[in-house]
């Protein structure tokens, strides 16, 4: 565990005559700065102090400063990377982050935010959506009346990655251990480098041209150069390091698994990525993760999300999302709206479920 963070930022021990304060200089009508100012920033401080310890380690990031962070990247739909970037150039980001003065270099590396978001967990990201319910009822956009209807429904939430295909997996496979056995200096016998783009090539075009024998060929050309190489890796490193030991697993993993597999790999870096089918017209497979969405019928908050691994049953999900719900909000819904993917016997106590449409009887 790291230290808890200094009281003082290093641009508020800066005071030079000649520096102009961000709320001096921001402008006060601007959406980021009022909610800058009516967030309680206390609270966080309170929930996520407990993650630090007293006087052991290295001094943490400021605390507003992390999840500032993380509200600016879901306010817009932007990477680690991207937030951080955005934080250098954009003085309403900063003020929103507690910074006092303007500040010229960056914030933290992108992978602090991933090893806080570990850190706090599940329950540690839910006081930021709790913080939001809060702040529009003490705004008075949402009253207490609007928690007793809610609606709850499902949807995938994509990760960045291509259409997955075996070639395309094979190819990419072995062209990251490669570059990691360089990085350990490990002398391969061969790393089909060219080989293997060249039948990655040729895999295209025939695939293309609906030459299914020739692909299929080239694929087991592509899997083959993989599997030498994996190999030669575990034959001339006895004790790997994890991140050689997690591509080793993946690209065993990949090198085994068939059509009918379960739990396949569709990514390397994102190898808990799956394939969900919620028949759609338009996109028939989706690769992701499982989302369950608790909304108010009127205004359409958002007052509970859950990510649903191993793609279970939207009614078996119905009675987790509404615990989360009274957890989250401390009120528990009268009436909750359903589609018919939550079909069943479900008895959530205290709540009557309507699933929506109903299908009209024959006369």
């Not at 817009?76 to 937030?83: G, L, T």
Request: glycine share 6%; proline share 4%.
């Amino acid at each position: 565990m790291k230290m808890k963070p200094e009281e003082n930022s290093k641009q508020q021990n800066q005071g030079e005559l000649f520096r102009n304060r961000l709320d001096q200089i921001l402008d006060p009508r601007h959406p980021l700065y009022q909610i800058a100012n009516k967030i309680d920033w206390e609270k966080f401080e309170k929930e996520f102090g407990k993650y630090y310890t007293e006087k052991t380690g290295r001094p943490g990031l400021r605390i507003r400063l992390l999840v500032g962070l993380h509200y600016l990247k879901h306010a817009y739909n932007v990477s680690d990377e991207k937030v951080v970037e955005g934080y250098l150039e954009n003085p309403y980001w900063q003020y929103v982050c507690g910074n006092e003065y303007f500040e010229h270099d960056f914030p933290c590396d992108p992978t602090s935010l991933v090893k806080w978001r570990k850190r706090i967990g599940s329950d540690g990201v839910d006081k930021f959506l709790e913080e939001t319910i809060f702040l529009g009822q003490r705004e008075g956009q949402i009253k207490d009346p609007e928690f007793r209807r809610v609606n709850v429904d499902t949807t995938v939430q994509e990760k960045a990655i291509t259409f997955p295909t075996d070639a395309k997996l094979y190819h990419r496979m072995r062209q990251v251990l490669v570059k990691e056995a360089s990085k350990e200096n490990i002398q391969l016998r061969q790393s089909y480098k060219r080989k293997s783009k060249l039948a990655f090539i040729k895999q295209g075009r025939y695939f293309h041209a609906k030459q299914s024998k020739r692909a299929n060929k080239e694929t087991k050309r592509l899997k083959t150069y993989l599997g030498s190489v994996k190999r030669d890796i575990e034959r001339k490193v006895e004790n790997p390091n994890e991140r050689l030991k997690s591509l080793l697993e993946i690209s065993e993993r990949i090198l085994t698994q068939s059509k009918n597999s379960k739990n396949k790999i569709y990514s390397i870096h994102a190898p808990e990525v799956e394939c969900i089918s919620k028949g759609k017209s338009h996109k028939r497979y989706e690769f992701g993760c499982k989302v369950s969405l608790v909304t108010t019928s009127k205004s359409n908050w958002i007052v509970g999300v859950q990510a649903l691994h191993d793609n279970p049953y939207d009614g078996h999900t119905l009675k987790d999302a509404i615990n989360q719900m009274e957890k989250i909000v401390g009120l528990r819904p009268k009436e909750v709206y359903v589609d018919l993917g939550y079909k069943g016997k479900i008895i959530i106590r205290k709540t009557f479920k309507f699933i929506f449409p109903i299908k009209a009887e024959r006369k």
